[in-house]
């Protein structure tokens, strides 16, 4: 994930010990009190999984809450053992020293329900079948996860978070938090996000999912009774998702038409493989072998779904006059999935609305995938903010004795 | 602290909402939140004054004044700040123009092209003035639209625009004993609080 980069990757090296969260253990969760869903239906009873890194101070006033995006989880940061070839997913920016430090804060990261990383999803079973759920899986919307998260929240301790941070659907949660739980946090981040997907973002997701329906080892989405797994379609959707995750430049300084196998010779007729063509299959594959495509198709629906002001007259700007936290608002010039003009949509709403937002629209060429990788600029503004967030926590613990 | 910041805060009143112009380093809406509690947004495209702003927890958002004030509602704000911004723009005369669509006020100041040391060098070398305030050459100025305090004031009048209050201020020695008299000789910066 860090090798565009190759200074950071340097600095990752040096400094591996010491600015890791280093060995971490997911935790589980049961909730046997019925939650009640945005579609009418109600989960009995679920699981989360979560990590957590820092220490929750005595005032538990310095909790952060990390919202996962489509194919996110719980594994933010750290290695699950010492021979754990890759750190979470977001491990460059969570950890001691970095933006989201780790000596000052308590980071909770979960896997979201419908997930497939050990939350109650479409693998789980259905206690009223004894078989897993599988389509039957009901439908998730954000504010579910929201409300769940919340649940978390009252069970660890936590009555406010300092800040609710997410990129893409992440920061749909986020948003989601401070309209729903005006209360419960003084922070709201926001990266790479929207208030709603616009129909071409929609058309790519179904474009996606129909790879997967589309694929014979889909059984209507009962494969896992059946012993089957559509990893074909899986990986196709994952394929078309990648594509539009980076940028045209991104593609082209790290490809190009750079051929893997065969050549144009005259008389070659061996066929012609582009690097593109083999990196983009590796992509597919190795996602297709470790998530659920019912996951996928219920994720990606729940973006679709997101509509900030929907409840609000479709104005943002009284959506947004619920908010008491202040907002952080980071966007990338090359995402086109999540474009820098969706997040000043956001960020205008928030202005008219009297509430407190930052932005900055960070050059980079990663597309929308720039979120989770190393840039010095967004860093830095991550880093400048965080920072207010902890000098605040100790100032309020000042004034508390 | 510097003069024409004290000068803006007189200008602004208690609890308003502010939006400043090419903030900077946010001095001046930190300034107006502690001391009258405002509610402000700075517009900067320059990444460092961004990184200073959020260091400070001053609301930023990056956004380039060249492109307009469009995507601000008539009257949403009290009052629409830009300090030693207007000769940085392609289109002063409009950025003027929508700073009073946006804003009930609004409060703009910028450096004295007529100041006699200006004059002077450019009557005597015959070249672009190069001073501390000003210290870049021709071509690779950000300063494109100089102006001076009349010119100003004839675009304002051009436009109906009402001037409520105009300081100047000069820092030099000869420019504070001067700058009453002959303002347009000596005053080196001009700030000017209008309304519609």
């Not at chain 1, 994952?238 to 300084?253: C, E, P, Q």
């Not at chain 2, 004030?69 to 940085?88: E, H, I, P, R």
Request: proline share 5%; hydrophobic share 40%.
């Amino acid at each position: 994930m860090s090798t565009e980069n190759p200074t950071a990757s340097r600095e990752c090296q040096n400094t591996a010990d010491a600015d890791s969260v280093g060995l971490v253990t997911p935790k589980k969760q049961e909730f046997t009190e019925p939650l009640q869903l945005a579609c009418g239906r109600v989960l009995q009873g679920y699981t989360l999984v979560y990590e957590t890194y820092g220490t929750l101070n005595t005032d538990r006033s310095n909790a952060i809450l990390i919202c996962h995006a489509l194919s996110g989880h719980h594994h933010a940061a750290g290695r699950h053992s010492p021979d754990d070839k890759r750190a979470g997913w977001w491990d460059h920016y969570i950890g001691p020293g970095k933006p989201i430090d780790t000596s000052k804060f308590f980071v909770v990261s979960l896997n979201n329900l419908g997930g497939c990383h050990g939350s109650t999803g479409p693998v789980s079973i259905n206690p009223t079948t004894g078989k897993p759920w599988g389509p039957d899986f009901p439908p998730m919307r954000v504010r579910d996860w929201v409300h769940s998260q919340a649940r978390l929240a009252d069970l660890l301790g936590i009555e406010q978070w300092a800040a609710v941070i997410g990129g893409s659907l992440g920061g749909m949660q986020a948003m989601r938090w401070a309209l729903e739980y005006p209360e419960r946090l003084r922070h709201c981040v926001v990266i790479a996000s929207a208030m709603k997907l616009s129909a071409q973002n929609i058309a790519f997701n179904e474009t996606a999912r129909q790879a997967i329906t589309s694929d014979p080892d889909f059984c209507g989405g009962r494969y896992l009774e059946r012993e089957k797994l559509p990893r074909r379609g899986l990986a196709v959707a994952r394929m078309i998702g990648h594509i539009t995750y980076l940028s045209d430049d991104g593609l082209a300084n790290k490809f190009g038409r750079e051929l893997r196998t065969g050549s144009f010779q005259p008389g070659s007729d061996e066929e012609v493989e582009f690097q593109i063509q083999s990196y983009l299959r590796y992509q597919g594959d190795s996602f297709s072998s470790s998530f659920d495509p019912n996951t996928y198709i219920l994720m990606t629906r729940a973006l679709d779904y997101f509509d900030l002001a929907r409840e609000y007259k479709d104005d943002p700007v009284a959506a947004f006059a619920n908010a008491s936290c202040r907002f952080l608002l980071v966007a990338f010039t090359s995402d086109w999935r999540f474009a820098p003009d969706r997040s000043r949509e956001i960020v205008n709403a928030l202005m008219h609305a009297n509430v407190s937002v930052s932005y900055a629209e960070i050059e980079s060429a990663m597309g929308h995938d720039a979120f989770l990788l190393p840039n010095e600029r967004y860093e830095g503004i991550f880093r400048a903010y965080m920072q207010r967030v902890a000098a605040e926590i100790i100032e309020e613990g000042r004034y508390a004795y | 602290m510097r003069i024409d910041l004290d000068v803006i805060q007189d200008w602004i009143a208690p609890n308003s909402r502010v939006l400043d112009l090419g903030c900077g380093d946010g001095a001046l809406l930190e300034q107006l939140g502690k001391n009258k509690n405002v509610i402000g947004y700075g517009l900067e495209i320059d990444p460092e004054q961004i990184e200073l702003c959020v260091e400070r927890g001053v609301n930023v958002v990056e956004q380039n004044l060249d492109t307009g004030l469009g995507n601000f509602a008539d009257g949403s704000f009290d009052a629409v700040v830009m300090t030693q911004a207007l000769q940085t723009l392609r289109h002063p005369h409009e950025v003027v123009r929508e700073m009073l669509r946006v804003g009930r006020d609004c409060i703009i100041t910028f450096p004295n092209f007529g100041q006699w040391r200006a004059r002077w060098h450019l009557a005597f070398s015959g070249r672009m003035p190069v001073s501390d305030l000003l210290p870049f050459e021709w071509y690779d100025t950000p300063n494109i639209h100089f102006c001076t305090f009349r010119d100003f004031e004839v675009l304002c009048k051009q436009n109906d625009w009402t001037i409520l209050h105009r300081q100047v201020v000069s820092e030099s020695k000869i420019g504070v004993t001067f700058k009453d008299f002959l303002p347009n000789l000596f005053g080196e910066t001009a700030i000017y609080h209008l309304t519609r």
